[in-house]
């Protein structure tokens, strides 16, 4: 059986609604055969990680970067889960294909940096973004919860394959 790591920090009630769409349509019942692992981003461990064929993480866009929760996270696994530094410390593009990920992020007004600060430490562990970046600005809604879900399923559903 394959599995699916949800990282998540959701402080918010907007972002929980997100955070429970997208584990939602990852446990969709037409999904079969991937385990689904929901993590809050301070418990979530390398272990989680390397133990994982695919990746969901959730955050929100807090003064343009991500939630210091998520990086606490990305910190914390980062060299044992196959990170890449170039010789001045800086993240270097790991090798591509390992394995897919998504990502949701919710701000109020710009997720710009968020996003971008998520993807270059995922490109430094070499994971392959498999799905459009659910990037969602103010109140959620119905349309908003459907994404989440979709994301949520396509992240599954891949690891069937």
Same mark, same amino acid.
């Given at each position: 059986m394959t599995?699916?790591?949800?990282? !998540? !920090?959701?402080?918010?009630?907007t972002?929980r609604?997100?955070?429970d769409?997208v584990?939602?349509?990852?446990?969709d019942?037409?999904?079969?055969?991937?385990?689904v692992?929901v993590?809050p981003?301070l418990?979530?461990?390398?272990?989680?990680?390397l133990g994982?064929?695919?990746?969901?993480?959730?955050?929100p866009?807090?003064f343009?970067?991500m939630?210091?929760?998520?990086? !606490?996270?990305?910190?914390t696994i980062?060299?044992?889960?196959g990170?890449?530094?170039t010789?001045?410390?800086?993240?270097?593009?790991?090798p591509?294909?390992?394995?897919?990920?998504g990502?949701?992020v !919710?701000g109020?007004?710009?997720?710009?940096?968020?996003?971008?600060?998520v993807?270059?430490?995922v490109?430094?562990?070499?994971w392959?973004?498999a799905?459009?970046v659910?990037?969602?600005?103010?109140?959620?809604?119905?349309p908003e919860?459907?994404?989440?879900?979709?994301?949520?399923?396509?992240l599954?559903?891949?690891?069937?394959?």
């Amino acid at each position: 059986m394959t599995r699916l790591l949800i990282v !998540h !920090h959701t402080p918010t009630r907007t972002v929980r609604e997100l955070a429970d769409a997208v584990v939602a349509g990852a446990r969709d019942d037409e999904i079969t055969g991937v385990e689904v692992v929901v993590r809050p981003a301070l418990a979530a461990t390398a272990d989680d990680v390397l133990g994982a064929d695919g990746y969901l993480l959730g955050t929100p866009a807090n003064f343009g970067y991500m939630s210091g929760a998520l990086k !606490h996270f990305f910190d914390t696994i980062f060299l044992e889960a196959g990170g890449h530094l170039t010789a001045d410390g800086s993240a270097a593009a790991g090798p591509p294909g390992r394995k897919p990920y998504g990502l949701w992020v !919710h701000g109020r007004y710009d997720t710009t940096g968020a996003v971008r600060s998520v993807q270059s430490i995922v490109s430094a562990l070499g994971w392959d973004q498999a799905a459009e970046v659910l990037d969602v600005l103010g109140d959620v809604g119905e349309p908003e919860r459907a994404a989440a879900h979709e994301l949520g399923a396509t992240l599954a559903a891949l690891l069937t394959a």
